[in-house]
């Protein structure tokens, strides 16, 4: 019975220590983050006043069964102001319903007009969206690839304000900030938006400033083609294609500009399962990315150590919902040894120290809130109450994250399942 409490005392000490030393990690990149604005970075960029600086650029838009937005993409996309001849649109369509069919007709309208647009289909999904965007790689015209998921709206002015940047040829990627069209849909909306602010603004600026590894998130960015090459293209070895990249790409010396200043609207789930199964192949694919890249992190002779700390506790984000989640669950058994053993209180008085975690990321998240919403009494009031309901709402998927992060951890292998959209 002894060797049971001693074992529950050190499982629950490594999961809240591992909590705090991430919420420390957070603190940090709030001090980044928040020194970052007193600092003004001059980038050399082209010059899209000269034709012959205006790189050809290919748009992929992988896309499976997306009925309710596929015609608002297409559309969208069709507004980017851009030289035709130096812009090519692919379609990479891996549906296996009727909207084949109603995709490749609305793409051959397009294409009719002038414009460099094509569908592409494949017999299988090989790879699911990495498989997709490898094989459209193969045949891209463009020396930069521009990558948007179906349910993204980039401004027309998208392509003039990211691909200048890329005149710096250390420059592998540039990614925007996500916006959310549906923000006000329901309290999950609001939650999914508050939770995503905080990482596109806190912990992509924090890192990037400091010239840690940032990853690309998946769409509303744009690649160096030459870039994706040389970091070994996509592979769908994981459920999180970009993560996996983005640091096969950093780890060969190529950086990432990220643009907090350019936002690209895009559609949150609004229903519960659907935002489950995202949350689910996120946390697999960063538990997948951990295991993949943590000893290549720990190895690599040309990253500092504090980029490499940073980019292990990036890589195991996931994991903090096992943490959270192991903690919740012993923390029953925790009151129990804590009245039966008296010689423990002193143990017990030190681990108290840890409701810090809470208040760091109480204070963080405050920041990201108030910037977006400015401040006084009854902004924070009303971050107050959206703090802790987004506390609620994490601390209730913890259970079904944490079933992710131990078949990433443990290399149980899932489909790439697709989050659904349905133009709210």
Not at 214 to 243: H, P, Q, S, Y
Request: net charge positive; charged share 20%.
């Amino acid at each position: 019975m002894i060797y049971l409490q001693y074992t529950i005392i050190v499982i629950y000490t490594i999961a809240i220590v591992l909590i705090f030393m991430y919420a420390l990690a957070q603190l940090n990149l709030l001090y980044n983050y928040l020194s970052s604005k007193k600092k003004r970075k001059d980038c050399e960029t082209f010059d899209f006043s000269k034709p012959e600086e205006i790189p050809y650029v290919t748009i992929q838009l992988p896309v499976f069964n997306e009925m309710y937005v596929m015609d608002r993409l297409l559309e969208n996309i069709a507004l980017l102001e851009y030289p035709r001849e130096k812009l090519e649109i692919q379609v990479l369509d891996d549906s296996t319903d009727e909207t084949v069919a109603t995709t490749k007709a609305h793409v051959e309208k397009l294409a009719a007009t002038g414009l460099d647009i094509t569908h592409i289909t494949r017999t299988n999904r090989t790879g699911f969206k990495a498989g997709a965007l490898k094989e459209g790689l193969e045949i891209a015209k463009g020396e930069f690839i521009a990558i948007f998921d179906a349910d993204f709206l980039p401004q027309p002015n998208w392509l003039k304000r990211t691909i200048p940047y890329f005149k710096n040829d250390k420059i592998g990627v540039v990614q925007t900030r996500w916006g959310h069209i549906n923000r006000n849909y329901s309290i999950l909306t609001k939650i999914q938006a508050f939770a995503l602010d905080a990482h596109f603004t806190l912990e992509q600026v924090g890192r990037s400033s400091k010239g840690h590894f940032i990853n690309f998130n998946g769409t509303a960015g744009a690649w160096r083609k030459d870039c994706i090459i040389d970091a070994g293209n996509w592979e769908g070895d994981t459920l999180t294609e970009d993560l996996d990249l983005s640091y096969r790409a950093q780890l060969k010396n190529w950086e990432f500009k990220y643009l907090e200043n350019v936002e690209t609207p895009a559609e949150l789930p609004i229903v519960i399962n659907a935002a489950r199964s995202q949350q689910f192949r996120w946390n697999k694919g960063g538990a997948e990315n951990f295991r993949k890249m943590l000893w290549r992190v720990v190895k690599s002779d040309n990253i500092s150590t504090k980029t490499k700390i940073h980019g292990l506790l990036h890589l195991l984000n996931s994991t903090m919902f096992l943490s959270i989640f192991t903690v919740a669950i012993l923390s029953i058994p925790m009151l129990y040894i804590k009245n039966e053993y008296a010689h423990l209180r002193f143990y017990f008085y030190f681990m108290s120290f840890f409701v810090l975690s809470t208040i760091i990321f109480f204070i963080c998240y405050w920041y990201m809130f108030k910037k977006s919403y400015g401040g006084g009494i009854k902004n924070f009031i009303k971050y107050t109450g959206t703090f802790f309901t987004f506390f609620s709402i994490a601390m209730g998927f913890s259970l079904h994250n944490t079933i992710a992060v131990l078949e990433g951890h443990f290399g149980k292998k899932s489909e790439f399942v697709r989050t659904p959209k349905f133009n709210i």
